[in-house]
T-cell receptor, first 117, second 111 residues
Framework: DAGVIQSPRHEVTEMGQEVTLRCKPI?????LFWYRQTMMRGLELLIY????????DSGMPEDRFSAKMPNASFSTLKIQPSEPRDSAVYFC???????????????FGPGTRLTVL | ELKVEQNPLFLSMQEGKNYTIYCNYS?????LYWYRQDPGKSLESLFV?????AVKQEGRLMASLDTKARLSTLHITAAVHDLSATYFC???????????FGKGTLLTVNP
């Protein structure tokens, strides 16, 4: 299996521009997660989907951020307009259903390093 | 709100020594995860602990869970340089797939 795929791996943009990050989860996984990692705030969950439906978006910092999952194999995280404080590494992760005794986990993609100038 | 605290945040060890990383969480949690992250890389799952008293071992790493104390530990035995990385614990609850991560422990193993 190819694992979780993210693109681009690096993105440098200027303040005010729109940024779109992409994620392809592991085939067969029902859950998809978007995280943001910074030195100051650590690893934060932004939003997660189950069967393409957003379940919890309480971590989305503000209206400038939006996420979609049009089908089971693709999700996007969009920032419009971008600001320097959005600079971070954004990870996508996916998992299958967890039964009560399941020892399955979330599988992380390689991340997108975003720099907003 | 579930909160997760790790300590220490920075750990410098000598090769061959033993040490323990601690992970405390604030409210009832029935799923505890340990991940490893190498510099500039993604997170790799190490252990999943589901029940009180659970213990898992892989090589020089051993993780345990005490749900009554709301504490998980990651014990490193006879450290080697290859173990240098940042280690995260994360806690979850029931059918909620949302995990709360600790700040991470940056482990450096020196020759």
């Amino acid at each position: 299996d190819a694992g979780v795929i993210q693109s681009p791996r690096h993105e440098v943009t200027e303040m005010g521009q729109e940024v779109t990050l992409r994620c392809k989860p592991i085939s067969g996984h029902d859950y998809l997660f978007w995280y943001r990692q910074t030195m100051m705030r650590g690893l934060e969950l932004l939003i997660y989907f189950n069967n393409n439906v957003p379940i919890d978006d309480s971590g989305m910092p503000e209206d400038r951020f939006s996420a979609k999952m049009p089908n089971a194999s693709f999700s996007t995280l969009k920032i419009q307009p971008s600001e320097p404080r959005d600079s971070a590494v954004y990870f996508c992760a996916s998992s299958s259903y967890w039964g009560v005794s399941s020892t399955d986990t979330q599988y992380f993609g390689p991340g997108t390093r975003l720099t907003v100038l | 709100e579930l909160k997760v605290e790790q300590n220490p945040l920075f750990l410098s060890m000598q090769e061959g020594k033993n040490y323990t990383i601690y992970c405390n969480y604030s409210t009832t949690s029935d799923r505890l995860y340990w991940y490893r992250q190498d510099p500039g890389k993604s997170l790799e799952s190490l252990f999943v602990l589901l029940s009180n008293g659970a213990v898992k071992q892989e090589g020089r790493l051993m993780a345990s869970l005490d749900t009554k104390a709301r504490l998980s530990t990651l014990h490193i035995t006879a450290a080697v340089h290859d173990l240098s990385a940042t280690y995260f614990c994360a806690a979850g609850r029931g059918s909620n797939y949302k995990l709360t991560f600790g700040k991470g422990t940056l482990l450096t193993v020196n020759p």
